[in-house]
């Protein structure tokens, strides 16, 4: 089986290159040889490499600043998509492609199901979904895997973003009301292996799933489990825990709002693929001691 990746570079992109590795050859692509801000240019490029299977693990992520930059947002998480999906079909290949928990606008009182309506706050949340919707129509095999609060041991996350501010300062302000699930890189790549054997023998089971750990938690008592357990395992901080003040989403005002419920129902995943997810917590802990280990803590 050949897979062309795309988005090699990207927190999810890093950890799928392992991953699918032993299933077959893995022609991972960055920036610079595939460039999703010119849809245009994809049609040939798949074409050339003629995979078995294409993973999009490429986005425009810069939430706010999407908001003024919506063509090039627009070009990457949907246009690009769409020629993604019609490339596919073309040839025959299965497509692989991640969205988010902002399709939805959280005003839900309980996780959300993949049937729930769709409303997204922002440009990126809009082109998330259009580009699902452009795949979905495009006619390709397909799996979408809807994610959210995606970290990894690399690139720009919020729990790097708090570790690194916890030495730096003693103080701290968190919103204490948005509450989700953060979902490492490592745990997306492994589902989608897992999914992807799966439904490479039955296309049956192609199509919308929700991928997250288990549980759920604030960006404000995540960032005191984060801090407390990287003292735990020796950090040198100026932060406690007790140092992190909660404070209300209306109080740190952002150019694109935020859901305030991003948790996801998975009950659809983990019964088409018999797939048993870590407690958030376990990921946490372990990019604690991946960065212990790599003296990085």
């Not at 294409?54 to 810069?62: D, E, L, R």
């Not at 948005?178 to 790549?189: M, N």
């Not at 995943?269 to 048993?276: D, Q």
Request: aromatic content about 6%; charged content about 20%.
């Amino acid at each position: 089986m050949k897979f062309l990746l795309f988005g090699r570079d990207g927190q999810v992109g890093r950890a799928l290159q392992p991953a699918l590795a032993p299933l077959g050859e893995v022609v991972a692509l960055g920036h610079a040889e595939a460039d999703l801000s010119q849809p245009e240019s994809l049609g040939p490029l798949i074409a050339r490499h003629r995979p078995d299977v294409i993973v999009n693990a490429a986005a425009y992520t810069a939430v706010d600043a999407a908001e003024d930059d919506r063509d090039r947002a627009w070009a990457i998480n949907a246009g690009a998509v769409g020629v993604i999906g019609q490339a596919a079909r073309t040839i025959g290949a299965l497509v692989v492609h991640y969205s988010t928990d902002y399709v939805f606008d959280g005003t839900a009182l309980d996780p959300q199901t993949e049937e729930q309506p769709t409303s997204p706050l922002g440009v990126y949340g809009a082109s998330k979904l259009a580009g699902e919707v452009l795949l979905r129509d495009s006619g390709a095999g397909h799996l979408i895997f809807r994610t959210s609060w995606v970290y990894a041991p690399q690139g720009k996350n919020f729990p790097l973003t708090i570790l690194r501010l916890a030495h730096e300062r003693d103080t701290l302000n968190v919103v204490s009301d948005q509450v989700g699930a953060p979902t490492p890189a490592g745990l997306i790549a492994r589902a989608t292996v897992e999914a992807l054997a799966a439904a490479s023998a039955d296309r049956g089971k192609l199509g919308l799933y929700h991928l997250a750990p288990t549980g759920e938690t604030s960006w404000h008592h995540l960032a005191q489990y984060l801090v407390a357990d990287a003292i735990a395992e020796g950090a040198q901080l100026k932060l406690t825990p007790e140092a992190i003040v909660p404070i209300l989403a209306r109080d740190y005002p952002t150019k694109a709002l935020r859901p305030a419920n991003s948790r996801l129902d998975t009950s659809k995943l983990r019964a088409a693929f018999g797939l048993t997810l870590p407690p958030w917590q376990e990921g946490i802990r372990q990019l604690i001691r991946t960065l212990k280990t790599e003296g990085r803590l």
